[in-house]
């Protein structure tokens, strides 16, 4: 399949990850990082203060920010702990959504928003006054085409005021996996064991690849394992792309971070020079 093909074929809604996260991963997303949201919170505020995702102090200091998939909360949650007036917590899945305002009950700050993180910003956001736009969790490739991820990009860079601060992390699966290192453990406790197999097809050109999500199950030390198997198709995206992408759309790179598995993290500020959405 040619590239222009590769980029139809996959330019569909969200959908299929959706579908996968709700009918698939939502029950099981805060297990598989761990289970313990208030550690996860700990940690991950830990993280923003280190990325300077905080409120500053001066007038229009964008005290608003933004948190792309937000998942079940955790960086959302944070983000509130740390002094943001309001946090969109931006997702899709309805099931996540829901843990998150379980979660938020006493946080007035959390609003949980479905919608799509493509249009989200240009719906939800005056243009220059956002302090911070998060997009955690390998969400960048959830989306579509790359078009879309270019296209997000440059979305951010309107949305924030000046002086903010954008973080995207995600994995750059460019580099096919062969044999066995294709089979990545999540995380295995006694009554659940969670493996991702990566299959790199043909048929995409280079542009997608097959994440099978394998879960097994069982009631109790004595009974047997259930299988459960879901898959979907994720963006591969190179770093150095992204990097090129994140410079066009008027983005400049303040840090990075290298992480297992593929994981990159940029932390951002949007240039002087950057005109905002109209």
């Known amino acids: ?11 569909q809604p969200v959908g299929q990850a959706v579908d996968h996260y709700d009918r698939f991963l939502a029950e099981h997303y805060t ?13 991950q505020r830990d993280l923003l203060v280190r990325w300077g995702v905080v409120p500053g102090s001066g007038p229009g200091d964008g005290s608003l920010a933004v948190d792309l998939g937000c998942g079940p909360g955790h960086t959302s949650l944070a983000l509130a702990d740390l002094g943001h007036d309001c946090v969109l917590a931006v997702d899709l899945s309805r099931p ?3 843990e998150l305002a379980a979660h938020a009950r006493d946080m007035p700050a959390v ?17 220059g006054s956002a302090g911070a736009v998060v997009c955690l969790g390998d969400t960048l490739t959830h ?26 992390a995600y994995r750059d699966l460019t580099v096919p996996l062969t044999g066995t290192d294709r089979f990545l453990p999540v995380r295995a406790t006694e009554d659940r064991i969670m493996t991702c197999f990566l299959e790199y097809p043909d048929d995409y050109d280079a542009y997608t690849v097959v994440v099978h999500d394998l879960l097994h199950t069982r009631d109790s030390a004595d ?7 879901h898959s979907y198709r994720k963006l591969r995206l190179s770093h150095a792309w992204v990097l090129e992408q994140l410079h066009a759309a008027g983005l400049r790179v303040r840090h990075e971070e290298s992480g297992p598995g593929g994981m990159r993290t940029v932390v951002l500020e949007r240039g002087s020079g950057h005109p905002s959405r109209s």
């Open 111 to 127: 609003r949980p928003v479905r919608a799509d993180v493509r249009t989200a910003l240009r719906e939800l956001v005056r243009p």
């Open 1 to 11: 399949m040619t590239t222009a093909a590769a980029i139809a074929a996959t330019a």
């Open 31 to 43: 297990w598989m990082l761990g289970g313990d949201l208030d550690a996860l919170v700990a940690a």
């Open 223 to 229: 009974a047997d394992w259930t299988l459960t198997a």
């Open 143 to 168: 989306l579509p085409t790359r078009g879309d991820v270019a296209a997000l990009f440059s979305d951010v860079a309107a949305a924030l005021a000046p002086g903010g601060t954008a973080v995207f």
């Open 96 to 98: 996540l959504l829901n």
